[in-house]
């Protein structure tokens, strides 16, 4: 079982940045057996992936509307993923989500309450 807790989400002028904290813990697999996602969503629309790291390689992919701006990372001895969000534009507004998923299966198990990100114009 993986425990999320999601940090770091704010009132932000368009163009700017902010950096969101997804700290893991739990009892089982070690984390080396996840890969961490980031998910956001908006009233009224479906969850959306935004970034995931497999933390054991720390391989990386992202949605293409975040490429060049977003940054997804780990830090190993604290057991935090990062997402470092640069150039936020407003369609960026959302409750972002941290979710964990085994290597090699599709569904992301267990998941964060969400951290509020508001992007103003």
């Known amino acids: 079982q993986v425990q999320l807790v999601e940090s770091g989400g704010g009132l932000v002028q368009a163009g700017g940045s902010l950096r969101l904290s997804c700290a893991a813990s739990?009892?089982?697999?070690?984390?080396?057996?996840?890969?961490l996602g980031w998910f956001r969503q908006t009233p009224g629309k479906e969850r959306e992936f935004v970034a995931v790291?497999?933390?054991?390689?720390?391989?990386?992919s992202y949605a293409d509307s975040v490429k060049g701006r977003f940054t997804i990372s780990r830090d190993n001895a604290k057991n935090t993923v990062y997402l470092q969000m640069n150039d936020l534009k407003p369609e960026g507004t959302a409750v972002y989500y941290c979710?964990?998923?085994?290597?090699?299966?599709?569904?992301?198990?267990?998941w964060g309450q969400g951290t509020q990100v508001t992007v103003s114009s």
């Open positions: 790291i497999y933390w054991s390689a720390g391989s990386t």
């Open positions: 739990g009892s089982g697999r070690t984390l080396s057996s996840y890969a």
């Open positions: 979710a964990s998923r085994l290597v090699g299966r599709p569904d992301y198990r267990y």
